[in-house]
C-alpha cells in the first residue's frame, strides 16, 4: 500500500476539525475542505443539515459553496475536495459538476458511499466527466470513530 503524503493527512486534520465543529448543532459529524492548486483551505463545509433544516447542506456541498465564492469560479479544476466520509450520490453529483479532479476521504460508508464502496459515481466511465483521483481511508480510524461515537450516542 503506497503511504498517504503529509498534505493529506493534514488537511484530514482540518476536515476532522470541522466534523467536531457539527456537533454543536447535532448535525452528523462530517467534515471537508477544498485546496486550491497551492494546498491553500478556500472552501471549509461541515454537515448543515440541521441548522440549516437543508436538506443539500453535506459538509461536501458547503464547502464547495464556499471554495467556488472564494475563487470566483465554479469550475474548481485545479482543487482537490478532502472529507472525512466517502461522499454520497448527491454530493459525488456536486463534485463532478464543480470539476473537482481529486477527491480525498477518510471513512468508508457501505451503506450510501458513491466513491467506491456501494457506486462509484466519481469515476463512472458512462459519464462525461470523472473525477481523475480518488484516494479513502485517509486517517480512517479517527474519522470512522466520530461517526461511530455519534450514533452510539443517539441509540
Do not use: Y
Request: proline letters at 4%; aromatic letters at 4%.
Amino acid at each position: 500500500m503506497t503511504a498517504v503524503p503529509e498534505r493529506d493527512r493534514a488537511a484530514m486534520r482540518e476536515a476532522l476539525a470541522e466534523a467536531r465543529a457539527a456537533l454543536a448543532t447535532g448535525d452528523v459529524p462530517v467534515g471537508a475542505v477544498v485546496l486550491d492548486a497551492n494546498g491553500t483551505v478556500i472552501g471549509r463545509g461541515r454537515n448543515e443539515r440541521e441548522r440549516l433544516a437543508d436538506p443539500t447542506a453535506h459538509a461536501e456541498v458547503v464547502a464547495l459553496r464556499e471554495a467556488a465564492a472564494a475563487s470566483g469560479d465554479w469550475q474548481l479544476t485545479g482543487c482537490a475536495l478532502v472529507v472525512t466520509l466517502e461522499p454520497c450520490v448527491m454530493c459525488a453529483g456536486a463534485i463532478l459538476s464543480a470539476r473537482i479532479p481529486r477527491v480525498v476521504f477518510g471513512a468508508w460508508d457501505d451503506k450510501a458511499g458513491a466513491a467506491g464502496s456501494v457506486l462509484d459515481v466519481l469515476r463512472e466511465r458512462r459519464l462525461p466527466i470523472r473525477v481523475d483521483e480518488v484516494v479513502g481511508g485517509v486517517l480512517e480510524v479517527e474519522c470512522a470513530e466520530l461517526l461511530g461515537e455519534f450514533f452510539r450516542d443517539r441509540r
